[in-house]
């Protein structure tokens, strides 16, 4: 380990891919679990999507592109910006990368410096502190109660704003609460950010079309268009299309940003796969009908989760807005002594008695910064729904 650069030992595999390799291990040996960790859609990726990245295969539309992306793909991008969010982009301020994930990674490694500071509220997508640390930052971590909507109120924003703060990286809707801001909540923290012009925002909206009932995605920049000239604006295939394997994602931002994290890509990735790309241009292009399908199926399951887990003595599960994920409150269970004598004192506690006496995998508040509660995603069958659930359901009951 002294051979690895401090960068590499700075951080640590993600929680969620950790509990993956757990259930993968606990399998093997014969336990029948329930998995409530996996955070993409378990539907297949749309037909007339996958056909595209046939087509492409065949017609030998398989070299390298330019770094930004396809000049194709960059104009269904700029046309979804328009459609969907009343963004306006011109082509040299877009571009594609392997995934949101890697877009996220780009910006931070063009523009943070040692010191730099990124805030983040919390609970947040695990990958953003580590994403941060890599590439030399200092995360900024801003508890936002489950009293505040699991949102970032402009108080907050304003403490937490420093000479040295480079960037606020805000997710709507979130992963993991399913939070997503409103128009005034947007314009709130706008007001802060105007009286602080060195900090940039960037904006995950990777679950934008995840939304249910009245529920209804709003761009940040677009509440805020006096931000465009300092805000990323990022979002991608993955969780709307089903193709979180095919690594697409895609961001907005101003020239110079833009360009510079070309220049990364082009000397680290040289580009996203030319068949992903065909394919997302098709997914962006064609009849959106297979998002709102796949939106009402999630709103179902929401809905039964939400029932489900509020019936289960010790758990009170607020109901997201969007996303997939529900992120109940375990402080009832807090104290409660099991059947083999341990008690539970923290929400990684309540993690592993589900994992052993339930055979119910899900993961820990304290991995997304803020305990005590779970994170449980609902991109999984009704049927397991109902005897995770259910099992959840029996444990708790046995608890004294
Ligand atoms: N952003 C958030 C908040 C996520 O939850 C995820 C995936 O879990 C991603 C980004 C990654 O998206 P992509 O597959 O486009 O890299």
Redesign the pocket.
């Known amino acids: 380990s002294e051979f690895l650069a401090e960068r590499a030992r700075a951080i640590k595999p993600s929680p969620s891919m950790a509990a993956k390799s757990r259930v993968d291990q606990l399998r093997a040996q014969g336990r029948d679990i329930v998995d409530f960790t996996v955070?993409e859609p378990d539907l297949p990726t749309p037909e007339h999507i996958v056909q595209a990245g046939i087509d492409a295969l065949n017609s030998g539309d398989i070299r390298y592109t330019a770094s930004a992306g396809s000049r194709p793909l960059l104009e269904a991008v700029r046309a979804k910006f328009q459609r969907e969010n009343g963004l306006d982009y011109a082509l040299d301020e877009l571009i594609v990368g392997v995934?949101?994930?890697q877009l996220i990674f780009t910006a931070l490694a063009a523009t943070v410096q040692a010191g730099d500071e990124v805030i983040i509220p919390a609970p947040y997508?695990v990958s953003y502190p580590d994403m941060v640390l890599v590439n030399d930052g200092t995360p900024v971590v801003v508890a936002c109660p489950e009293s505040d909507g699991f949102k970032l109120t402009p108080e907050a924003l304003e403490r937490a704003i420093t000479p040295r703060t480079k960037w606020l990286l805000l997710?709507t809707p979130s992963?993991p609460t399913g939070a997503m801001y409103d128009a005034a909540e947007l314009r709130a923290l706008g007001e802060v950010l105007a009286r602080h012009p060195q900090v940039w925002l960037m904006t995950?909206e990777?679950y934008e079309h995840l939304a249910y009932g009245d529920a209804r995605h709003l761009s940040p920049v677009a509440a805020v268009p006096a931000l465009a000239g300092r805000c990323l604006t990022i979002n991608?295939v993955?969780k709307a299309y089903a193709m979180?394997g095919w690594r697409l994602?895609y961001a907005a931002g101003p020239k110079a940003l833009v360009k510079a994290m070309a220049t990364l890509i082009s000397q680290s990735t040289s580009c996203v796969s030319a068949i992903s790309q065909s394919a997302a241009r098709t997914a962006l292009t064609a009849d959106q009908r297979c998002v709102r399908e796949a939106a009402e199926v999630f709103h179902a399951r929401r809905d039964r989760i939400v029932a489900l887990l509020n019936a289960v003595p010790g758990i009170r599960c607020p109901r997201p807005q969007g996303a997939f994920y529900v992120y109940p409150s375990v402080e009832g269970l807090l104290g409660k002594r099991a059947a083999d004598g341990r008690v539970l004192r923290t929400d990684l506690d309540v993690v592993m008695f589900l994992l052993d006496v339930a055979g119910v995998a899900v993961l820990d508040g304290a991995a997304y910064g803020l305990s005590p509660y779970l994170r449980l995603s609902f991109a999984t069958s009704m049927e397991n729904i109902e005897e995770g659930c259910r099992r959840i359901r029996q444990a708790c009951e046995g608890l004294t």
């Open positions: 955070g995934g949101a994930k997508w997710n992963n995950d990777i991608g993955s979180t994602g």
